[in-house]
């Protein structure tokens, strides 16, 4: 195939847009915030999990000190109800058994309390975990909202550079030979399309041309459409390739 070869030089700029636009597809698919969302929202899940476990351990102790303090109550309104009989027996032995009970009341309140101060300090750690987690949760929410952000930024972005591209890439096949813009369009299907000759390589693929095929590609006409020998893209030739 022949083609002028300031045609051939404009599938350079076909080459750079369709890159282009690859590129921003990709990112506008899948920024590159997506992977670090993904695993903040599988970190968010475990302390969620975590912040279950440690509120449930917290609601119990809160439980148990309530049922504590009941417990102390009706030891309470037993010392009174006995306090109350002691002081109007007349009866030792009846007054006798009376601050018996009352000593063992004394002892239960004792350890009661004894054992409610244990569990209020365990509830204050409780509570301390709690909000420990809580506030990992609101810090990963936190990150989370803003590589959400910065997420649909990027997005916009790409989809703007993407829809500039599209017209660009549109206007400059449209100033191509169709049948030139066919043949581009099928070798960069399959992998690339054009590339520069420079300093004896193809920039398509990056790699330098044997010294036979060199010699063959500069003997060829300056219209004539030349192929890259290791990669198949169509070798575009400037002053550049000399």
Avoid: W
Wanted: glycine fraction near 4%; hydrophobic fraction near 40%; charged fraction near 35%.
């Amino acid at each position: 195939m022949n083609a002028d070869p300031a045609d051939q030089r404009k599938l350079l700029d076909l080459a750079d847009l369709d890159a282009r636009i690859r590129h921003d597809e990709r990112v506008a698919g899948n920024p590159p915030q997506a992977a670090e969302v993904h695993d903040l929202l599988a970190q968010r899940a475990t302390l969620t999990q975590e912040l279950s476990s440690r509120a449930n351990a917290r609601d119990d102790l809160t439980a148990e000190i309530a049922r504590l303090e009941s417990d102390v109550k009706v030891v309470d309104a037993r010392i009174a109800r006995d306090t109350e009989r002691l002081a109007a027996s007349s009866n030792p032995k009846q007054a006798q058994g009376f601050e018996s009970e009352l000593a063992a009341l004394a002892r239960r309140k004792s350890d009661l309390e004894d054992l409610e101060i244990e569990l209020m300090e365990r509830l204050e750690n409780a509570d301390a975990a709690v909000a420990e987690q809580e506030a990992l949760i609101a810090e990963t929410n936190a990150r989370g909202a803003e590589l959400s952000a910065e997420a649909k930024r990027v997005v916009a972005e790409a989809t703007e550079r993407l829809e500039g591209a599209r017209r660009d890439r549109e206007a400059v096949a449209g100033s191509v030979p169709a049948d030139l813009v066919a043949l581009y369009e099928r070798l960069a299907a399959r992998g690339n399309g054009a590339g520069l000759l420079r300093a004896g390589a193809c920039e398509a693929c990056r790699m330098v041309l044997p010294p036979s095929d060199l010699a063959s590609v500069r003997r060829a006409q300056t219209d004539e459409v030349v192929f890259c020998p290791e990669c198949g893209a169509i070798l575009v030739r400037t002053e550049e390739s000399r």
